[in-house]
């Protein structure tokens, strides 16, 4: 059986140095690679089907039958990678906790621990007839979170 390791080196040695990072590599025990890519730009067709060429270039199937597949990290897919959150800083995003609540709010940082992300609520000032918006931070360690991803406005 192919491992997931091995995909990941010869994911890594071929898109090191380009705008392309790897997000996940995954094999099932049917031998099904998926292979998630993303990029500060945007990941083209193009990008995928060289990717795609140059995993099938590395393996043999004579020795191991496999199914593969290639494709950009998806725009409501959860983020997997450092390197995701920092792509989507000052964008907003869903938070879903592992208590099960959704939030949305705009992603200001993030480091080893945690994430820095700003939400909006509304508040009635004393003597006011009308709620405001208030902006608050809040600092959401990730063992709190079960995902966070792009907050999609349709």
């Not at 992300?117 to 405001?132: D, L, N």
Request: aromatic share 6%; net charge negative; hydrophobic share 45%.
């Amino acid at each position: 059986m192919i491992s997931a390791k091995t995909i990941e080196q010869i994911v890594t040695d071929k898109i090191v140095g380009s705008h392309m990072y790897l997000v996940e590599a995954t094999v099932s025990a049917a031998n099904a690679i998926n292979v998630f890519v993303d990029s500060e730009e945007a990941v083209t067709l193009i990008d995928c089907m060289e990717l795609s060429k140059h995993i099938e270039s590395q393996l043999d199937r004579d020795v191991e039958d496999f199914e593969l597949s290639v494709s950009s990290a998806g725009l409501s897919e959860p983020f997997k990678v450092a390197r995701q959150f920092a792509k989507n800083i000052n964008k907003l995003v869903e938070i879903v906790g592992k208590d099960g609540q959704k939030r949305v709010g705009t992603l200001l940082s993030h480091s080893n621990s945690g994430i820095e992300v700003e939400f909006i609520k509304k508040e009635k000032p004393e003597g006011a007839k009308r709620k405001i918006d208030v902006a608050f931070k809040e600092l959401i360690p990730f063992e709190a979170i079960k995902l966070v991803r792009l907050h999609i406005i349709i």
